[in-house]
Protein backbone atom coordinates (compact mmCIF):
# COMPACT_ATOMS: atom_id res chain seq x y z
CA UNK A 1 0.00 0.00 0.00
CA UNK A 2 3.12 2.43 1.06
CA UNK A 3 5.08 1.21 -2.20
CA UNK A 4 2.09 2.27 -4.65
CA UNK A 5 1.40 5.52 -2.73
CA UNK A 6 4.89 5.84 -3.52
CA UNK A 7 5.09 5.48 -7.00
CA UNK A 8 1.99 7.20 -8.12
CA UNK A 9 3.20 10.65 -5.99
CA UNK A 10 6.41 9.72 -7.99
CA UNK A 11 4.36 10.15 -11.49
CA UNK A 12 2.88 13.24 -10.52
CA UNK A 13 6.12 14.67 -9.70
CA UNK A 14 7.09 13.70 -13.37
CA UNK A 15 4.00 14.69 -14.98
CA UNK A 16 4.42 18.16 -13.29
CA UNK A 17 7.99 18.72 -13.67
CA UNK A 18 7.19 17.76 -17.04
CA UNK A 19 4.24 20.54 -17.85
CA UNK A 20 6.72 23.18 -16.25
CA UNK A 21 9.53 22.67 -18.81
CA UNK A 22 6.82 22.31 -21.50
CA UNK A 23 5.13 26.18 -19.96
CA UNK A 24 8.71 27.23 -19.49
CA UNK A 25 10.69 26.37 -22.22
CA UNK A 26 12.58 28.79 -24.24
CA UNK A 27 10.78 29.64 -27.26
CA UNK A 28 11.75 29.65 -31.05
CA UNK A 29 15.14 27.48 -29.57
CA UNK A 30 16.81 26.89 -32.87
CA UNK A 31 17.68 23.17 -33.70
CA UNK A 32 20.87 22.56 -35.13
CA UNK A 33 21.32 21.20 -38.21
CA UNK A 34 24.52 18.09 -38.89
CA UNK A 35 26.78 17.95 -41.24
CA UNK A 36 30.79 18.16 -42.10
CA UNK A 37 33.10 19.66 -44.07
CA UNK A 38 33.64 18.68 -47.51
CA UNK A 39 36.21 19.92 -50.23
CA UNK A 40 36.39 19.93 -54.32
CA UNK A 41 39.93 18.37 -54.82
CA UNK A 42 41.80 19.47 -57.87
CA UNK A 43 43.86 16.77 -59.06
CA UNK A 44 46.90 18.04 -61.15
CA UNK A 45 47.59 15.33 -63.84
CA UNK A 46 50.28 15.81 -66.66
CA UNK A 47 48.69 15.85 -70.27
CA UNK A 48 50.93 13.66 -71.75
CA UNK A 49 52.76 10.35 -69.68
CA UNK A 50 56.22 9.90 -68.45
CA UNK A 51 58.81 9.42 -65.67
CA UNK A 52 58.59 12.25 -63.11
CA UNK A 53 61.92 13.69 -62.50
CA UNK A 54 61.13 16.35 -60.01
CA UNK A 55 58.66 16.42 -57.59
CA UNK A 56 58.63 19.63 -55.27
CA UNK A 57 55.86 19.66 -52.69
CA UNK A 58 54.60 17.23 -50.24
CA UNK A 59 51.61 16.89 -48.69
CA UNK A 60 50.07 19.39 -46.31
CA UNK A 61 52.33 22.18 -47.91
CA UNK A 62 50.93 25.28 -49.09
CA UNK A 63 51.46 26.64 -52.85
CA UNK A 64 50.84 29.58 -54.50
CA UNK A 65 49.83 29.95 -57.91
CA UNK A 66 52.10 29.48 -61.02
CA UNK A 67 54.55 27.59 -57.80
CA UNK A 68 56.19 24.27 -59.87
CA UNK A 69 54.27 20.97 -58.92
CA UNK A 70 56.32 18.33 -60.45
CA UNK A 71 58.26 17.99 -63.72
CA UNK A 72 58.47 14.97 -66.21
CA UNK A 73 61.77 14.30 -67.82
CA UNK A 74 61.82 15.97 -71.44
CA UNK A 75 64.56 14.87 -73.08
CA UNK A 76 62.41 13.77 -76.13
CA UNK A 77 60.41 17.37 -75.91
CA UNK A 78 63.70 19.20 -75.99
CA UNK A 79 65.24 17.45 -78.97
CA UNK A 80 62.21 18.13 -80.88
CA UNK A 81 62.46 21.38 -79.66
CA UNK A 82 66.02 21.95 -81.16
CA UNK A 83 64.57 20.54 -84.26
CA UNK A 84 61.79 22.34 -84.97
CA UNK A 85 64.21 25.72 -84.21
CA UNK A 86 66.88 24.16 -86.86
CA UNK A 87 64.14 24.03 -89.42
CA UNK A 88 62.68 27.39 -89.08
CA UNK A 89 65.99 28.92 -89.25
CA UNK A 90 66.42 26.85 -92.74
CA UNK A 91 63.28 28.18 -94.08
CA UNK A 92 63.84 31.80 -92.99
CA UNK A 93 67.50 31.36 -94.66
CA UNK A 94 65.50 30.28 -98.07
CA UNK A 95 63.19 33.33 -98.05
CA UNK A 96 66.02 35.63 -97.45
CA UNK A 97 67.35 33.86 -100.29
CA UNK A 98 64.57 34.46 -102.71
CA UNK A 99 63.87 37.52 -101.80
CA UNK A 100 67.19 38.65 -102.51
CA UNK A 101 69.06 39.39 -106.06
CA UNK A 102 69.48 36.48 -108.17
CA UNK A 103 73.05 37.34 -108.66
CA UNK A 104 75.81 38.26 -105.83
CA UNK A 105 77.15 41.77 -105.86
CA UNK A 106 80.28 39.91 -106.84
CA UNK A 107 78.85 38.52 -109.78
CA UNK A 108 77.82 41.84 -110.87
CA UNK A 109 80.54 43.51 -110.26
CA UNK A 110 82.27 40.68 -113.06
CA UNK A 111 79.49 41.61 -115.46
CA UNK A 112 80.06 45.39 -115.16
CA UNK A 113 83.41 45.00 -116.41
CA UNK A 114 82.01 43.11 -119.43
CA UNK A 115 80.05 45.79 -119.99
CA UNK A 116 82.57 48.24 -120.07
CA UNK A 117 85.06 46.06 -122.37
CA UNK A 118 81.22 45.48 -124.10
CA UNK A 119 81.76 49.19 -124.71
CA UNK A 120 84.79 49.68 -125.53
CA UNK A 121 84.99 47.12 -128.28
CA UNK A 122 81.70 48.64 -129.36
CA UNK A 123 83.57 52.19 -129.84
CA UNK A 124 86.59 50.58 -131.61
CA UNK A 125 84.17 48.87 -134.23
CA UNK A 126 81.95 52.45 -134.61
CA UNK A 127 85.09 54.04 -135.59
CA UNK A 128 86.32 51.28 -137.43
CA UNK A 129 83.09 51.35 -139.37
CA UNK A 130 82.96 54.68 -139.89
CA UNK A 131 86.01 54.69 -141.59
CA UNK A 132 85.68 52.13 -143.67
CA UNK A 133 82.32 53.55 -145.46
CA UNK A 134 84.32 56.38 -145.67
CA UNK A 135 86.72 54.63 -147.79
CA UNK A 136 83.86 52.62 -149.88
CA UNK A 137 82.09 55.84 -150.69
CA UNK A 138 85.23 57.29 -152.16
CA UNK A 139 85.74 54.08 -153.52
CA UNK A 140 89.14 53.46 -152.05
CA UNK A 141 88.36 50.53 -150.45
CA UNK A 142 86.62 47.71 -151.75
CA UNK A 143 82.60 46.61 -150.11
CA UNK A 144 83.72 43.49 -148.74
CA UNK A 145 85.88 45.69 -146.11
CA UNK A 146 82.99 47.62 -145.22
CA UNK A 147 80.99 45.15 -145.07
CA UNK A 148 83.16 43.28 -142.43
CA UNK A 149 83.38 46.33 -140.42
CA UNK A 150 79.81 46.57 -140.17
CA UNK A 151 79.81 42.70 -139.43
CA UNK A 152 82.03 43.71 -136.54
CA UNK A 153 79.98 46.41 -135.33
CA UNK A 154 76.83 44.64 -135.34
CA UNK A 155 78.34 41.55 -133.38
CA UNK A 156 79.82 43.58 -130.63
CA UNK A 157 76.52 45.92 -130.11
CA UNK A 158 74.94 42.21 -130.01
CA UNK A 159 77.49 41.30 -127.12
CA UNK A 160 76.94 44.70 -125.06
CA UNK A 161 73.09 44.19 -125.02
CA UNK A 162 73.80 40.96 -123.59
CA UNK A 163 75.93 41.63 -120.97
CA UNK A 164 73.23 44.81 -119.86
CA UNK A 165 70.85 42.02 -120.01
CA UNK A 166 72.26 39.48 -117.77
CA UNK A 167 73.00 42.55 -115.29
CA UNK A 168 69.02 43.59 -115.21
CA UNK A 169 68.47 39.73 -114.75
CA UNK A 170 70.80 39.83 -111.85
CA UNK A 171 68.93 42.55 -110.27
CA UNK A 172 65.52 40.42 -110.27
CA UNK A 173 64.41 38.80 -107.08
CA UNK A 174 62.41 35.23 -107.44
CA UNK A 175 59.20 35.04 -108.77
CA UNK A 176 55.90 36.26 -106.22
CA UNK A 177 54.27 32.50 -106.14
CA UNK A 178 58.06 31.16 -105.14
CA UNK A 179 58.26 33.58 -102.54
CA UNK A 180 54.79 33.10 -101.05
CA UNK A 181 55.87 29.47 -101.41
CA UNK A 182 58.71 30.23 -98.80
CA UNK A 183 56.40 32.70 -97.10
CA UNK A 184 54.25 30.06 -95.77
CA UNK A 185 57.01 27.29 -94.90
CA UNK A 186 58.28 30.00 -92.50
CA UNK A 187 55.41 30.19 -91.22
CA UNK A 188 54.90 26.18 -90.90
CA UNK A 189 58.01 25.91 -89.05
CA UNK A 190 57.31 29.11 -86.46
CA UNK A 191 53.73 27.16 -85.87
CA UNK A 192 55.92 23.57 -85.62
CA UNK A 193 58.41 25.61 -83.32
CA UNK A 194 55.72 26.90 -81.14
CA UNK A 195 54.08 23.44 -80.64
CA UNK A 196 57.56 22.01 -79.83
CA UNK A 197 57.85 25.04 -77.32
CA UNK A 198 54.47 24.19 -75.88
CA UNK A 199 55.09 20.43 -75.37
CA UNK A 200 58.19 21.13 -73.26
CA UNK A 201 56.59 23.90 -71.45
CA UNK A 202 53.65 21.44 -70.47
CA UNK A 203 56.07 19.04 -68.94
CA UNK A 204 56.21 21.19 -65.50
CA UNK A 205 53.23 21.18 -64.25
CA UNK A 206 52.22 24.51 -62.00
CA UNK A 207 49.83 25.88 -59.43
CA UNK A 208 46.88 27.06 -60.96
CA UNK A 209 45.77 28.63 -57.85
CA UNK A 210 46.78 29.11 -54.43
CA UNK A 211 46.31 25.64 -52.20
CA UNK A 212 46.67 23.39 -50.04
CA UNK A 213 48.41 19.48 -50.85
CA UNK A 214 45.80 17.43 -50.08
CA UNK A 215 47.56 13.97 -51.33
CA UNK A 216 50.27 12.91 -53.09
CA UNK A 217 50.00 9.47 -55.18
CA UNK A 218 52.70 9.36 -56.96
CA UNK A 219 56.91 10.03 -56.21
CA UNK A 220 59.80 11.45 -58.01
CA UNK A 221 61.00 8.33 -60.14
CA UNK A 222 57.86 6.65 -60.98
CA UNK A 223 56.39 6.78 -64.40
CA UNK A 224 52.22 8.05 -64.78
CA UNK A 225 50.13 7.92 -67.67
CA UNK A 226 48.63 10.81 -69.81
CA UNK A 227 45.96 12.36 -67.11
CA UNK A 228 46.17 10.36 -64.47
CA UNK A 229 46.63 12.64 -60.85
CA UNK A 230 50.03 13.00 -59.53
CA UNK A 231 48.68 14.74 -56.46
CA UNK A 232 45.48 16.82 -55.67
CA UNK A 233 44.79 20.36 -54.16
CA UNK A 234 42.57 22.03 -52.01
CA UNK A 235 42.16 25.46 -53.06
CA UNK A 236 40.56 27.53 -49.93
CA UNK A 237 37.33 28.63 -52.13
CA UNK A 238 36.53 24.76 -52.76
CA UNK A 239 35.81 24.32 -48.76
CA UNK A 240 31.86 23.61 -48.24
CA UNK A 241 30.18 23.03 -45.27
CA UNK A 242 27.95 20.13 -46.21
CA UNK A 243 24.68 19.71 -44.41
CA UNK A 244 21.09 17.88 -44.31
CA UNK A 245 17.91 20.04 -43.59
CA UNK A 246 14.65 18.15 -42.97
CA UNK A 247 11.73 18.91 -45.43
CA UNK A 248 9.45 20.88 -42.74
CA UNK A 249 12.26 22.85 -42.21
CA UNK A 250 13.32 23.58 -45.74
CA UNK A 251 11.43 26.60 -46.19
CA UNK A 252 13.38 28.53 -43.38
CA UNK A 253 16.69 28.32 -45.78
CA UNK A 254 17.48 29.96 -48.99
CA UNK A 255 20.51 30.56 -51.46
CA UNK A 256 22.64 33.55 -50.24
CA UNK A 257 21.79 32.88 -46.51
CA UNK A 258 24.09 33.20 -43.63
CA UNK A 259 24.01 30.32 -41.33
CA UNK A 260 26.53 29.85 -38.02
CA UNK A 261 28.84 26.81 -38.09
CA UNK A 262 29.72 24.78 -34.53
CA UNK A 263 32.25 21.92 -34.08
CA UNK A 264 34.39 20.24 -31.49
CA UNK A 265 37.37 22.56 -30.56
CA UNK A 266 36.27 24.94 -32.89
CA UNK A 267 36.94 29.03 -32.69
CA UNK A 268 33.67 30.88 -31.85
CA UNK A 269 31.78 32.52 -34.39
CA UNK A 270 32.24 30.55 -37.94
CA UNK A 271 29.85 31.74 -40.14
CA UNK A 272 29.10 30.22 -43.90
CA UNK A 273 26.95 31.46 -46.73
CA UNK A 274 24.22 28.98 -48.39
CA UNK A 275 25.82 28.30 -52.17
CA UNK A 276 23.50 25.40 -52.83
CA UNK A 277 20.34 23.57 -52.11
CA UNK A 278 19.02 20.10 -53.68
CA UNK A 279 16.21 19.79 -55.76
CA UNK A 280 15.31 16.13 -54.80
CA UNK A 281 15.07 14.93 -51.29
CA UNK A 282 17.20 11.71 -49.83
CA UNK A 283 17.46 9.70 -47.45
CA UNK A 284 19.65 10.66 -44.65
CA UNK A 285 22.98 9.41 -45.31
CA UNK A 286 24.70 7.08 -42.88
CA UNK A 287 27.13 9.30 -41.81
CA UNK A 288 25.02 12.03 -40.45
CA UNK A 289 23.75 10.80 -36.50
CA UNK A 290 20.42 13.39 -35.87
CA UNK A 291 20.19 13.77 -32.73
CA UNK A 292 16.39 13.25 -33.14
CA UNK A 293 15.25 10.09 -35.36
CA UNK A 294 12.34 12.58 -36.86
CA UNK A 295 12.53 13.00 -40.26
CA UNK A 296 13.54 10.19 -42.67
CA UNK A 297 14.09 12.56 -45.83
CA UNK A 298 16.47 15.36 -46.19
CA UNK A 299 17.78 17.98 -48.63
CA UNK A 300 21.61 18.50 -49.35
CA UNK A 301 22.43 22.16 -48.28
CA UNK A 302 26.28 23.22 -49.04
CA UNK A 303 28.19 26.50 -47.13
CA UNK A 304 31.09 28.77 -48.70
CA UNK A 305 32.94 29.13 -45.16
CA UNK A 306 33.65 32.45 -44.80
CA UNK A 307 36.93 34.80 -43.66
CA UNK A 308 38.92 31.79 -45.28
CA UNK A 309 37.91 29.02 -42.36
CA UNK A 310 41.16 26.44 -42.59
CA UNK A 311 38.70 23.54 -41.38
CA UNK A 312 39.82 19.78 -42.04
CA UNK A 313 37.76 17.53 -44.57
CA UNK A 314 35.18 15.32 -42.89
CA UNK A 315 35.16 17.27 -39.99
CA UNK A 316 31.60 16.83 -37.82
CA UNK A 317 30.31 20.08 -37.73
CA UNK A 318 26.86 21.55 -36.14
CA UNK A 319 24.74 24.19 -38.05
CA UNK A 320 22.61 26.84 -37.19
CA UNK A 321 20.99 28.74 -38.81
CA UNK A 322 20.96 33.05 -37.59
CA UNK A 323 17.95 35.19 -37.20
CA UNK A 324 15.48 32.86 -35.98
Given at each position: ????????L???????????????R??????????????Y?????????????????????????????????????L?Q??????K????R????????????????????A??E???????????????????????????????Q?????D???????????????????????????????????????????T????????????????????????T?????????????????I???????????????????V????????????????????????????????????????????A??????????????????
Amino acid sequence: MKRALLIGLAVILAAGGFGAWYLLRPKGTVQGYQGYVEGYLVFMAPEDGGRIETLSVDSADQVKKGDALFVLESSTQLAQRNEADAKLQQARAELADLQAALQRPEQIAILRAQEERAKAQLSLSQTELDRQRTLYERGIAAKAQYDQARTAFDRDKAALEEVQRQIEAGRIAARSATIEAAEAAVNAAEAGLNQAETRLAKRRVAAPADAQVQDVFFRAGETVNAGQPVLSLLPPENRRIRFYVPEPKLATVALGQEVAVTCDSCQPGLRARISFIAREAEFTPPVIFSQEERAKLVFRIEAKPADGANLPIGLPVTVLPLGE
